[in-house]
């Protein structure tokens, strides 16, 4: 019996596997001899911690038990590359991936896991007319591959969601629910997610994500002026608002400050000799608890210019007490930051007086919950019109509103934002915006559902999508007198990989087929030639960096290696060969490249049934403690 290499799983990562890990690291004496987990040793363990009555607050739905089931099923499809659709395919670091989004996060739980700064979603408000994402998880590829064709397999149209429907609620939340459980998982510690959302389903939304990210991780929920008059009726409050809803990963994570417009700044209406502009504050304490028996450490005499003690007196003669001890006021004065001023007491005698400065320089102010100063949707139709020239996609979300999420979610100059309902792309179009502002490198990932939108030239929202990535590019670029290239303004990159979802490339034993000879015979047949015909070199090797774990940008470099083509991924972390007739000198050519590969991936095809070869490969990679897999 030959020594067989172990096989590349294909599965998208197993959530629930990864839980149970997490909880095997944490109680290693819950562990069963199968490696499970007891759960009566758990309730021993927690103690009190555990709550075991039957009711207790939370929300809870028709279904959604099954959304766990949903989670925890794998997806075995793939993300197939298309360059012809895409921008400096090379260079770039963007991504719109067009596919239904269920199917496309549980592929990326690999690949991006803790790495995604900010989120941003604008999902259907489930007004009863945008709800467009069947209720059927039980094959998402499946149903996707149906809903393409525009009805499912038994000719249904999938469409809206009624408020006739007798689980018009509920099934809104089975579609949310796994979604966001699922972008989780994505973001970084620091990471934070924008929701767009209106009247209809707001509460739920609440209630769900503090469910998902912990009530403790709740930021705040924005109050957006849309400019757009909605639900008139004499019986009716005409609705001119939505909301955004932020949640954070976790307590390491926080929304930044904005910058300040020229009209926040006019109170810096001073310039000091190196002409930076700042203002002045009194260094006593004004309004509540400003008395010296509020804080008695704060109160203290301060040397003032003409060799006199000051002390802090309130109006009316009472002992007041300075902002600071005087260890701060100290290091303020060493640091350039006290100014004295002379001034009238209420006896007419001129005094001095100390005064903080405060510089306009680095300053930004706290963002509000209530955004009354950014476009409206009335303006975010017109310019995508004015980027057309005719009107292609309704009620799309203003680019302002969703750069100023970028603003105080991603306000370094690097990071990825993604957006997993990107409609007509106009999250990509604000981070192309930020960073030509700011002259940062902000990276895109895009997903949209291919919707069919009965027009002619653009035949689903997902090419909507990447047709306003790909003008907003080269409008960017001729503002600052360029051409479409792989560095824009600023540095920032300007293009984008298109990827499609797919069935996998490779054709997987279903070890759940009925036990019949028929059935057997066809999965036998698919394990000797498990290879799609069809699929090219590269929809392979995208598919296999993706269930390995490496970005879809991951760099990736032909090389030769004993007379064939091997791909190195991530500087020779990863060797990928594809060649259907390996010979030795290949194997050990991998074996020996320099650095080291960490691990190795060749077809199953690759050895054409030498399994003397394929026991050598897996010896020679062994003795170099590389990985080695075959797919």
């Not at 596997?17 to 040793?41: A, H, M, N, S, Y």
């Not at 207790?56 to 038990?65: I, N």
């Not at 970084?188 to 009247?199: H, L, P």
Request: with cysteine.
């Amino acid at each position: 019996m030959t020594e067989q290499p172990e096989r590349l799983d294909l599965r998208s990562d197993a959530i629930a596997g990864d839980k149970v890990r997490e909880l095997l690291d944490l109680f290693p004496e819950v562990r069963t001899e199968g490696g499970q987990i007891d759960f009566d040793r758990l309730k021993l363990a927690l103690g009190e911690s555990v709550d075991i009555g039957k009711e207790r607050y939370g929300l809870t739905w028709p279904g959604k038990a099954d959304c766990f089931k949903t989670i925890q099923a794998p997806s075995l499809a793939t993300l197939l590359p298309v360059p012809e659709e895409s921008i400096n395919w090379d260079t770039t670091e963007n991504l719109i991936i067009e596919g239904d989004n269920l199917a496309v996060l549980k592929l990326l739980q690999k690949s991006y896991l803790g790495k995604v700064k900010m989120i941003y979603i604008d999902p259907p408000y489930n007004t009863g007319n945008d709800f467009i994402y069947p209720d059927n998880y039980s094959e998402s590829l499946k149903t996707y591959l149906a809903y393409t064709s525009q009805v499912d397999a038994e000719g249904r149209r999938f469409s809206t969601n009624t408020d006739t429907d007798g689980r018009f609620h509920s099934k809104w939340l089975n579609m949310m629910y796994p979604r966001l459980y699922l972008a989780r998982n994505l973001l970084r510690d620091d990471g934070v997610i924008f929701i767009s959302i209106d009247d209809h389903e707001v509460q739920n939304l609440l209630s769900l994500g503090k469910e998902i990210f912990g009530e403790e991780n709740f930021v705040g929920m924005v109050t957006r002026s849309t400019g757009t008059p909605t639900g008139g009726g004499a019986d009716v409050l005409v609705n001119m608002v939505d909301y955004l809803v932020i949640f954070a990963r976790s307590s390491d994570a926080a929304v930044s400050g904005l910058s300040l417009s020229e009209q926040d700044a006019r109170i810096y209406d001073q310039v000091d000799e190196g002409g930076r502009r700042y203002l002045t504050r009194s260094l006593r304490r004004t309004g509540g608890e400003d008395r010296r028996e509020d804080r008695p450490s704060m109160y203290y005499g301060i040397t003032g210019p003409d060799g006199n003690d000051v002390f802090p007196i309130g109006p009316g003669g009472y002992e007041s007490r300075w902002i600071c001890g005087r260890e701060k006021y100290e290091q303020l004065a060493r640091e350039g930051f006290i100014e004295w001023k002379k001034l009238a007491d209420r006896d007419g005698a001129v005094v001095w007086r100390p005064y903080q400065k405060f510089y306009l320089e680095g300053r930004s102010k706290q963002p509000s919950n209530l955004w009354t100063d950014v476009e409206g949707n009335k303006k975010a139709t017109r310019d995508l019109r004015a980027l057309f020239g005719d009107k292609i996609f309704d009620s799309p979300k203003p680019v302002g509103l969703i750069a100023k999420c970028v603003d105080i979610g991603c306000p370094a100059s690097d990071g990825i934002i993604l957006d997993f309902f990107a409609g007509s792309g106009t999250t990509a179009e604000a981070v192309l915006a930020v960073n030509k502002k700011d002259g940062g490198n902000r990276k895109f990932v895009l997903v949209q559902l291919p919707e069919p939108t009965g027009r002619g030239d653009y035949s689903t929202i997902a090419e909507i999508a990447k047709e306003r990535v790909r003008r907003a590019i080269d409008k960017n670029n001729r503002e600052v007198g360029g051409r479409v290239t792989s560095e824009g303004a600023g540095g920032q990159h300007h293009g984008f990989r298109t990827f499609k979802l797919a069935e996998s490339n490779f054709r997987i034993w279903k070890a759940d087929v009925p036990h019949q000879m028929e059935a057997l015979l066809e999965q036998l047949e698919l394990h000797v030639a498990h290879v799609t015909e069809d699929r090219s070199a590269d929809d392979l090797l995208y598919e296999i960096l993706l269930k390995s774990g490496y970005s879809l940008t991951a760099a990736v470099e032909p090389v030769e290696v004993g007379g064939m083509q091997v791909f190195s991924v991530a500087d020779g972390a990863l060797l990928v060969c594809l060649e259907r007739h390996l010979t030795l000198e290949t194997v050990r050519g991998m074996a020996e490249c320099q650095p080291k590969p960490e691990r190795v991936i060749c077809l199953d095809d690759g050895f054409a049934g030498d399994d003397e070869l394929k026991t050598n490969a897996v010896q020679l990679f062994k003795t170099r403690e590389i990985v080695f897999r075959t797919a």
